[in-house]
């Protein structure tokens, strides 16, 4: 008998990482006659025939919800989602862990965060049926060695591309080197993300075209101007795409990452990646690099000579194609529920 499977998060909205994950994988589970579902907080954009809907992160209301659609199965991508799973009774429970910032990050709240982390670890892995972790770097942070590794696909940037059956054509052309960053503009995320150390590479690259696109507001955008980066404010899902394809090469400044989506989208797309050697980074096919001064150097490099730039676009293309996706992710998952 197929599952009925709930998912849980706080946002299904665009612009954040889990939304996408979830909805690629709910709807590949549809396809191959699973029934699914979708509770969270939050929600906003067009999810088509994929339900969604709203439910606190309360036992009662769980609890209600599971009884009334018949889940199976219940998987939470986030907390306080995480935290309600143990109370629930007669159902599967699963913790989808795409990860916590170091706390050392923010340090406002670094307390909160670290006892959240470790509740965690105490309160929920070890009362639930399982625990899925998104990369390696995952597993090991939560400290659970039994968490079942899951990597995202790629396969969503071509959803607005009808040429998604063609090789994408490089951008690299004569002329100032186009770079390129995805990420949200705030700073509550801004140490984590690294905006400062983009802000610096772009000071220091006077010899390439910096940009950035994310979600902020206007004294965001301000704070990279200044830097003589170009940005992107609140972009669409099909702007976002075409961005990540057009530029030369993207950069992910980011020291912490569970799985940085933008990376994998943007490599996926023909376009030659650097990120700094931290956190899940150094597993999904990027060059990685420990400092300012070695990004700056293999960008001048390849603003010197463009069939590098050309040679190394296509083998990180090869790399995420050949090596990921979410119907793999769908398999593992299927696998990882049904397994006795």
Known sequence: MMPHILFLTVRMQPGFGVAVVIEEISRRLIARGVRVS?????????????????????????????????????????S??????????????????????????????????????????????????????ISDFIRDQIGWPAAQVIRNGWEHVLKNDTTATQDITL????????VGCLMRLGRGEERYKGGELYRALARTCSQAHFSLMGRGDAEDEARYAAAGIQVFRNASDAEREAYLREIDVFVSPSLWEGCNLPLLEAQAQGTASLAFDTG???????LVCGSVGEMSRLIQHWQDQRAALEAESRRIQHWVRSRLSWDDAVDALMHTLLSP
């Not at 992160?57 to 009884?67: K, M, P």
């Not at 989602?81 to 007669?90: C, H, I, K, Q």
């Not at 899940?280 to 990027?286: M, Q, Y």
């Open 38 to 78: 979708v509770g969270c907080q939050e929600m906003s954009g067009d999810f088509g025939t994929l339900p969604v809907r709203r439910v606190a992160a309360d036992s009662e209301q769980l609890s209600a919800l599971v009884e009334k659609l018949g889940a199976s199965h219940v998987i939470a991508h986030a």
């Open 280 to 286: 899940a980074h150094p597993e999904f096919g990027a």
């Open 80 to 133: 306080p989602y995480f935290e309600v799973l143990p109370t629930l009774r007669g159902v599967s429970t699963w913790a989808w862990e795409h990860g916590d910032p170091d706390p050392d990050f923010f340090s406002r709240s670094r307390n909160e965060r670290q006892a959240q982390i470790q509740r965690k670890k105490t309160a929920v892995y070890p009362n639930l049926d399982g625990v899925i972790a």
């Open 171 to 178: 951008s690299a052309q004569a002329g100032q080197l186009q």
